[in-house]
């Protein structure tokens, strides 16, 4: 667990700390103040973002932590340790001008990659040519959008087991890219080992019009994110909406929200909200999972292969309204392709209290464990400013798991999650990412956490 450390404002701070009570082993934590106005000059703390990322390469073994005021950076931004270096990287946004206090909201700090390239490319985990380096990731408080790439158009963020990664209260919208993962390709992985201690969390995010088409592509997958499962992955109070994959000449696609690649380890996904996504591909093409797709690859599969069984454990979720563009549909809502073969034998996949349409098993896959789970519209507001929120007489209020794994204690807009939304006096979770109030009726806008100023440093 991460220590909260308050320090004097507007300066630079450096901390040194002992590590394993050894002189010999010595890290540092730097802060770094950003704005979009800044110069490249970080001698005294304070410079632009790409000056900040570069001069955080050098410091080996450090915990930097940049604080980025609110405000629009247009650009490509990259992060890229070389050799042996590890060290953890914090990019928080919301801080105001003086950086004396911060807003975790993330409209107020926005990433724009300009359609010119990668909004922001983190990669600790050399994909071509792998290399033992690793830290933490934490990313907070962004929004991420119009990003132009072949792979990962708004965020690439990668590093090896057992490191960790978190992905928290940001927004990916309107990103491209020509072969996967629209909005952003994340993982947690190691080439070089069978390591399956890694971690990510992504919570409280927006995943939102972003898309993968290329014109003359056969294949392609994660309209709005790939996502790689090497140990423990959570995701929850997530609203994926609107994304795509694939173009008439597509014959491959998966995952028109979210495309899922089980390597070894738990995939939890608990209280998410996945519609409005697509997939689509030539008529009679197998084109699966508009939704979301989940998928482990033997050996001999091609690609990335994964190498010990996979799991995967949702709870809570509505995924309704996807769509596969094809006369082949194979799973409109959801793709099973976690299959239980040679090396993946044991693997599994459970869905729990949740709201789906369409489900397609691949002829491979393992037999879904199906419990409490309703294929009735969701019955989401019409109004803009509530929009995929629940209304009376949903089929999802109150209709959730409390005792599920990893349930969030709030919602997307950080209100309580077990609240008594039908009135028989029984606090119960609903589906989704938003929590029903039938105080209220319908909760508008998005309200995001408020936060002191405060520094954190350290693993989480």
């Known amino acids: 667990m991460k220590k ?7 300066k630079f701070v450096i901390i040194a700390y002992v590590l394993h009570m050894s002189l010999a082993s010595v890290a540092f934590c730097a802060t770094y103040n950003v704005a979009p106005n ?8 304070n410079c632009n973002f790409q000056a900040a990322l570069d001069v955080s390469l050098l410091n080996n073994g450090s915990t930097n932590t940049i604080r980025l005021a609110q405000g629009e950076y247009i650009g490509n931004f990259t992060y890229f340790p070389l050799g042996n270096n590890t060290g953890d990287i914090e990019i928080l946004g919301g801080w105001t001008a003086d950086f004396s206090s911060r807003t975790i909201n993330p409209e107020n700090t926005i990433l724009n990659g300009n359609n010119t390239g990668q909004v922001l490319n983190i990669k600790f985990e050399d994909l071509d040519n792998p290399v033992i380096i690793g830290g933490d990731i934490k990313i907070e408080g962004l929004t991420i959008k119009n990003g132009n790439a072949y792979i990962a158009g708004g965020l690439m963020a990668f590093t090896a087991a057992p490191y960790r990664i978190d992905i928290l209260h940001c927004i990916f919208e309107a990103n491209h890219a020509e072969d996967a993962a629209g909005g952003c390709a ?3 992985y190691d080439f070089a080992s069978t390591d399956t201690d890694g971690v990510l969390y992504m919570e409280n995010n927006i995943i939102s019009n972003n898309d993968v088409s290329m014109t003359g592509a056969t294949d392609g997958n994660g309209g709005g994110c790939d996502i790689f499962v090497n140990g423990l992955v959570v995701m929850r109070n997530n609203l994926i909406h609107s994304n795509n994959v694939g173009i008439n000449g597509y014959q491959h696609p998966d995952g028109g929200g979210l ?37 482990t690859k033997p050996p001999g599969y091609g690609g990335l292969e994964s190498w010990a069984p996979g799991h995967a454990y949702l709870y809570n979720n509505i995924i309704f309204n996807n769509t596969v563009s094809t006369t082949q549909s194979l799973g409109d809502d959801i793709a099973n392709k976690v299959r239980d073969t040679s090396s993946l034998s044991g693997s ?28 009735s519209d969701p019955l989401f507001s019409s109004i ?26 709030r919602d997307l807009e950080s209100n309580i999650r077990t609240w008594d939304g039908n009135g028989d006096n029984i606090a119960t979770v609903d589906m989704g990412c938003y929590e029903f109030d039938s105080q209220q009726n319908i909760k508008t806008g998005f309200l995001w956490n408020l936060f002191l100023p405060a520094i954190i440093t350290g693993k989480n």
């Open 259 to 295: 495309d899922v690649l089980i390597l070894a380890g738990d995939f939890y996904f608990v209280n998410n909200t996945v519609t409005e996504n697509k997939v689509v591909a030539d008529t009679g093409s197998n084109a699966s999972g508009g939704g979301i797709s989940i998928e």
């Open 348 to 375: 599994s996949l459970l869905i729990s209290n949740s709201s789906y349409d369409d489900l397609w098993n691949e002829s491979n896959a393992v037999v879904p464990t199906l419990t409490s789970n309703t294929n």
């Open 38 to 45: 800044f110069d490249s000059d970080c001698s005294d703390g």
């Open 186 to 188: 994340v993982g947690v």
């Open 4 to 10: 909260l450390r308050r320090f004097p404002k507007n």
């Open 384 to 409: 803009a400013s509530s929009q995929f929120h629940l209304t009376v007489p949903s089929p999802c209020i109150d209709t959730g798991l409390n005792s599920a794994l990893y349930l969030p204690e």
